[in-house]
């Protein structure tokens, strides 16, 4: 049999002529900033699955669920119960069904192999927590999902060390990190990479995790409410497309990075955008300045909610609001603010000053590629309040 022979394709490919016009008709500063994009060349051998992935079957929908009594923010111990009756009401809000188990079958049936995305780049103190994914695993589980046939995954394994998923699930659940030791490659698809080079750098390649092309079949995204340095917020998108591809970390180099455009065209490259079926947010705990990894309690909040969709720019545009609301309680710079006089590379964190001139309009440009609805008057919000 003839093996299949690789797409090449570029970036404006991924453009349907809808979004292809909105980007015509868009105000000359946005169509300055596209025009100087960085030119993005993907290799992929994969087909889109019609009907399946992201945006998925709910595009523009969003269910909220919050939830005073999750978390003790004085012990940090979250209420393993009341997560699960959130999960429970975040799907049956999405879908309409009243029983969890049908909402869950519209996304996932038996002969599934599942991909759990984490993220754990703030790990012990913000991470997806295991609370969250052991309820996903037994839900996923409960429409038939044999454990073995479900692994929960992050690039790095150190940082899923530190968490210790393999105590929250079942023993035939994989916990996995794609990197043996950092920069390993064996664990990426050669065949399957997006080809850039942004300042000359020596390797131009990000490879797409090889599990997401020659494994799973779907995807569940458990990304955090996160402030980035670089990108904006760390949210839906980036964590489905950062933590999915390897060679990432270059695109925030420099002050001005390529976060606007890289972030998306990673999210939007097949087979990870059709087996992107659901995300799953994890907001028990999140941070409103100085990204992941910071350790200062100072930035950590508590919005105590869990967002539910198939849609990751509406998601991420909504986790956008989540995040502006508590810097501005703070006295914080927005996320949308480019002035220099904000800029710094000191040590220590000054939530009025930054490292990057942030990009939180990759949300934006992402919807630009089909990936989801952006416009906050299209986006249907479902809240809940147990």
Not at 210 to 220: A, N, P, Q, W, Y
Not at 292 to 316: E, H, I
Not at 359 to 364: D, R, S, T, V
Request: glycine residues 8%.
């Amino acid at each position: 049999m003839r093996a299949t022979p690789p797409v090449r394709y570029d970036l404006l490919s991924l453009m349907n002529r809808r979004g292809f016009l909105s980007l015509a008709a868009a105000t000359p500063p946005l169509l300055a900033s596209d025009s100087q994009l960085p030119h993005y060349r993907i290799v992929s051998k994969y087909k889109p699955v019609p009907g399946q992935g992201m945006p998925g079957k709910y595009p523009g929908q969003v269910a909220r669920v919050h939830s005073d009594n999750v978390l003790d923010e004085a012990t940090d111990t979250v209420n393993a119960a009341r997560v699960e009756a959130m999960i429970d009401d975040g799907m049956k809000t999405l879908t309409g069904d009243h029983d969890a188990r049908d909402a869950w079958a519209r996304f996932i049936v038996p002969d599934d192999v599942v991909g759990i995305k984490v993220n754990c780049s703030g790990a012990p103190r913000i991470m997806s927590s295991p609370e969250v994914v052991a309820a996903v695993v037994k839900n996923l589980m409960a429409v038939g999902v044999a454990p073995e046939r479900i692994t929960i995954y992050e690039r790095f394994p150190d940082q899923m060390r530190t968490v210790g998923y393999e105590k929250y699930v079942p023993a035939k659940v994989t916990v996995t990190g794609i990197e043996g030791q950092r920069g390993a490659i064996l664990g990426y698809d050669p065949g399957t990479y997006v080809e850039v080079d942004f300042f000359g750098e020596d390797d131009t390649r990000s490879n797409l995790v090889r599990l997401v092309s020659e494994k799973f079949t779907k995807i569940v995204n458990i990304p955090n409410m996160k402030e980035h340095q670089a990108s904006g917020v760390t949210g839906c998108l980036k964590n489905i497309a950062y933590g999915d591809f390897s060679n990432v970390a270059r695109s925030h180099q420099y002050e001005k990075t390529n976060t606007y455009s890289f972030i998306g065209t990673l999210a939007s490259v097949e087979p990870l955008r059709s087996r992107a079926a659901l995300s799953v947010m994890d907001g028990l705990r999140g941070v409103w300045h100085g990204g992941p990894f910071n350790t200062d309690s100072r930035f950590r909040f508590y919005p105590k909610m869990m967002q539910f969709g198939t849609d990751p720019v509406a998601m991420d545009h909504l986790l956008l609001d989540v995040i502006e609301a508590k810097r501005k309680e703070e006295g914080a710079p927005s996320l949308w603010d480019r002035s220099p006089t904000h800029l710094w590379k000191g040590r220590g964190l000054d939530p009025q000053k930054n490292h990057f001139i942030r990009e939180p309009g990759h949300i934006e440009y992402a919807s630009k590629l089909g990936l989801g609805i952006y416009d906050l008057d299209k986006i249907h919000l479902k809240t809940v309040t147990l």
